[in-house]
C-alpha cells in the first residue's frame, strides 16, 4: 500500500524568533524541514504553503517581500497558494516577486478576465509525481480574499472556489485526459468556515484541503490527531462557529509564522476495475502538529540567510523614500492636542487606499494620535527608517460599518482628555469635528460633519497647470445618529482600545478585517512606491517626447546639409579627426549640436545621461506637502 508524506505550513511573518513559546523563527523552522526530507526522503514527500508570506510585517515594509524570498527558496516548497497579503505591494511586485522563487505559485480562481489566466505568473493547477503517486494541486480562496484587496485592476475576477474546484478535479483525473491524476489537493486561503465548505461541497473531487489565513490550528475530523493538539477547551483559538459544519473534513490549518506546523502521512488504497484500470484513494490521514520551540538548534546555513536578510534591511533604512516640503510634525504635544498636517496626511492615505475595492463608499477615516510615534519633528528627505520610526505597530488598517451614534461616542471619547497628551486625541478624514476643549468630559462634542475635497485643477490637467492648493474640502452632510456609516481605522481602535471602546459593539460589521487589512507603514510606502513610478513613467514619456522632437531637428538639419555640402562632407568623413571623434562619441562621450539657429546645444549620446542622478530621484518624484485644514475646530459655545 503506497503512501505520501506532506509537511504543511501557512501565514509566515517574520524570520527572527518570538520571544515566547514555540518561538519559531525561520533558521529553527528550516532544521525541521531538513529532518522531515531526511526521515521521508525527497522522492516520498513534499512541502506545501498555504500563502501569505510577503506581508505584513515590519520587515515587509522595508523589503516590500524580498525578505522572505531567500528562506522560502531554501525550503525546497513543492507548491504554493497564493494569500490576500502577498498582494499587499501591487501586482507588479508580486509578478517580480514569484520570479524570483524556485517553486510555482498557484490561484485557480482568480483570473485576468482578458486572458483567463492566473494573476502575477502563478498557475492555475500543478501536476506532480513522487512514490509512484501523481498528484493535482490547486490553489483555491474565498470571495472575501479579493474584496479586501485595495487597487486590484477590475480586470481581476473572482470565480466561485467550489465550481472551479470540481471543474479542475474532473479535468485533472480524466484518465484519458493529459494528465490522469490519482488524488487531487487543494492548497487554500480561507477562513475555517469557508474551508469547511469547500471540503463539504468537494468531498467527491477533492482528496484533502491544506489551508492558510487563519492563524490558529486545526485538524478537521476527517483527520486522525497523533499528538499535540485536541479540540478541548483553550486548545483551539478558533470558535465554535468557525468549526460548524465539520461532520469528518480533512481541512488541515497549521498555525502562523514559523511557530508550528503539521505533518500530514496519507495511506493509499489501490482498487483495480473491471477494465484493469487502477484507482487510488486516501484510506487515512494522520495529523501531527509540529511545534518549533527554542530546544530546537537552528540551521547554520538558515540562519545566515537570514543574518544577511535582516543585514540588508538595516541598510535599507538609510535610504530616502519621500522629500517633504511641509515637517511631519510627530511631536507629542502637538498630535495629542491639536490637528496637523502630517496627521491628515497619513488619515488622507486610509481614507483612499481602499475605497475602490469597498462595496460601500468610505464615509471616513478615523486613527488616534497615538498611532503617530517617534516623538520628532522631520524636515525635507524622509527615509524608510523614519517611517517605521514613526509606525512601529504592525496591527493592520480595517474597515467597518457602524452606526452614527458609535461615530459620535468615539469622537466624543477621542475629545475627552484635552489638554492632556492622551493617544485618543483624533486624526481624521472625511470629518469636520467642533469641540468645546473646555466643557466637561464626556460632553464636548457639538457638531460633526462629513466633507469631500473639491476638485482642483490637478485633478483634471497636466502637471504644468497643478494648482499649488489641492482644494478645500467641503461639506456634505452631517452626522445622523440613526444611519450606518463606513469607517476606515486601525484594528486596535475597532477592539475598542484607547478610548474607543463604542467601536467594538456587537453590532459592529467588519468589510475588512485584521486578517486582510494591511499595516499602516505599508499602505504608506505603497504609496510612495506608486508615486515613484507614475512620476518616472511621466518623465519618461516626457524624454521621449524631448528625444523625437531633437531626432527630428537634427534630421531636418542634416538633409540640408546633405543636399547643399555632401561632397565635401564626404571626403571629411575619412580624416583622422572625424574617424577618432566618432568613435569617441560612441563611447557615450558628450555631443555638441547645432540647431537650425546655429545655437550651440550640449548633449549626450547616451540617454542614461540625460536622467537625473539619483539623489534628485525622490526629491523630485516623491514630493509631499501636508497640510493644516480645518478639520478639528475649538469652539466656545
Not at 514 to 525: C, M, Q, V, W, Y
Request: glycine share 6%; proline share 4%; net charge negative.
Amino acid at each position: 500500500m503506497p503512501s505520501l508524506q506532506i509537511l504543511h505550513f501557512n501565514d509566515v511573518y517574520h524570520l527572527l524568533p518570538q520571544k515566547r513559546e514555540p518561538v519559531g523563527g525561520a533558521a529553527r523552522f528550516a532544521t525541521v524541514v531538513k529532518e522531515f526530507r531526511k526521515n521521508y526522503g525527497i522522492e516520498n514527500s513534499y512541502v506545501f504553503f498555504s500563502g501569505d508570506a510577503f506581508n505584513p510585517s515590519v520587515e515587509s515594509s522595508i523589503s516590500k517581500g524580498l525578505h522572505m524570498v531567500p528562506s522560502l527558496n531554501d525550503y525546497g516548497i513543492d507548491a504554493a497558494c497564493l494569500g490576500n497579503h502577498d498582494f499587499d505591494f501591487g501586482l507588479p511586485t508580486l509578478k517580480g516577486l514569484i520570479s524570483l522563487t524556485n517553486f510555482p505559485w498557484l490561484l485557480s480562481n482568480v483570473v485576468d478576465s482578458k486572458t483567463d489566466e492566473s494573476p502575477a505568473g502563478s498557475k492555475k493547477f500543478v501536476v506532480l509525481e513522487k512514490g509512484g503517486l501523481k498528484l493535482g494541486i490547486v490553489g483555491l480562496v474565498e470571495k472575501a480574499w479579493l474584496e479586501t484587496i485595495p487597487n486590484l485592476p477590475s480586470d481581476i475576477q473572482y470565480k466561485d472556489f467550489v465550481s472551479v474546484g470540481k471543474e479542475l478535479s474532473t479535468q485533472l483525473r480524466d484518465p484519458n485526459g493529459p494528465h490522469a491524476v490519482d488524488l487531487v489537493i487543494a492548497l487554500t486561503h480561507c477562513r475555517l468556515s469557508n474551508d469547511i465548505l469547500l471540503a463539504k461541497e468537494c468531498k467527491n473531487d477533492i482528496d484533502l484541503f491544506l489551508g492558510g489565513h487563519d492563524h490558529f490550528y486545526y485538524i478537521g475530523k476527517g483527520c486522525n490527531v497523533i499528538n499535540g493538539w485536541s479540540r478541548e477547551e483553550g486548545k483551539f483559538a478558533g470558535s465554535d462557529d468557525d468549526a460548524k459544519g465539520d461532520d469528518g473534513v480533512r481541512v488541515v490549518k497549521s498555525g502562523t509564522d514559523f511557530r508550528e506546523l503539521s505533518i500530514v502521512e496519507l495511506d493509499i488504497d489501490e482498487t483495480t476495475n473491471e477494465e484493469g484500470r487502477t484507482h487510488k484513494r486516501i484510506k487515512t490521514i494522520n495529523v501531527t502538529r509540529r511545534e518549533v520551540t527554542s530546544s530546537i538548534v537552528e540551521d547554520e546555513h538558515h540562519a545566515n540567510l537570514v543574518a544577511s536578510e535582516t543585514s540588508e534591511m538595516r541598510a535599507k533604512m538609510s535610504k530616502p523614500i519621500a522629500y517633504t516640503m511641509t515637517q511631519w510634525d510627530c511631536r507629542s504635544s502637538n498630535l495629542r492636542t491639536q490637528e496637523t498636517a502630517f496627521a491628515n496626511f497619513v488619515a488622507d492615505l486610509m481614507f483612499y487606499a481602499y475605497q475602490p475595492c469597498i462595496p460601500h463608499n468610505i464615509d471616513c477615516a478615523i486613527l488616534c494620535a497615538g498611532t503617530i510615534r517617534s516623538d520628532s519633528i522631520y524636515d525635507g528627505e524622509i527615509t524608510l527608517g523614519d517611517l517605521l520610526e514613526i509606525f512601529p505597530f504592525e496591527d493592520t488598517v480595517v474597515v467597518i460599518r457602524v452606526t452614527g451614534r458609535q461615530l459620535w461616542d468615539v469622537l466624543q471619547s477621542a475629545v475627552s482628555m484635552v489638554p492632556k497628551q492622551e493617544g485618543r486625541f483624533p486624526v481624521v478624514s472625511g470629518l469636520k469635528v467642533e469641540y468645546n476643549r473646555n466643557a466637561e468630559p464626556g460632553d464636548r462634542l457639538r457638531n460633526v460633519w462629513f466633507t469631500e475635497r473639491q476638485s482642483s485643477i490637478a485633478d483634471d490637467e497636466e502637471d504644468e497647470n497643478i494648482s499649488e492648493d489641492p482644494g478645500p474640502h467641503r461639506i456634505i452632510g452631517k452626522l445622523d445618529m440613526q444611519k450606518t456609516y463606513t469607517v476606515c481605522t486601525r484594528a486596535y481602535l475597532a477592539s475598542g482600545n484607547d478610548g474607543y471602546k463604542a467601536f467594538a459593539e456587537p453590532t459592529t460589521k467588519y468589510l475588512v478585517d485584521d486578517e486582510n487589512g494591511i499595516i499602516l507603514s505599508t499602505l504608506i510606502r505603497r504609496y510612495f512606491i506608486g508615486l515613484y513610478y507614475i512620476n518616472a513613467i511621466k518623465y519618461n514619456m516626457n524624454f521621449k517626447e524631448r528625444t523625437n522632437e531633437a531626432v527630428l531637428k537634427a534630421a531636418n538639419s542634416w538633409k540640408k546639409l546633405a543636399e547643399t555640402k555632401r561632397e565635401k562632407s564626404a571626403y571629411g568623413n575619412v580624416s583622422r579627426k572625424r574617424i577618432s571623434n566618432a568613435l569617441s562619441l560612441s563611447m557615450g562621450e558628450y555631443v555638441k549640436i547645432e540647431d537650425e539657429d546655429n545655437d550651440v546645444i550640449s548633449t549626450s549620446t547616451s540617454a542614461v545621461e540625460t536622467i537625473p542622478k539619483k539623489a534628485d530621484f525622490v526629491r523630485d518624484w516623491v514630493t509631499v506637502a501636508p497640510m493644516i485644514e480645518g478639520r478639528i475646530v475649538t469652539v466656545d459655545f
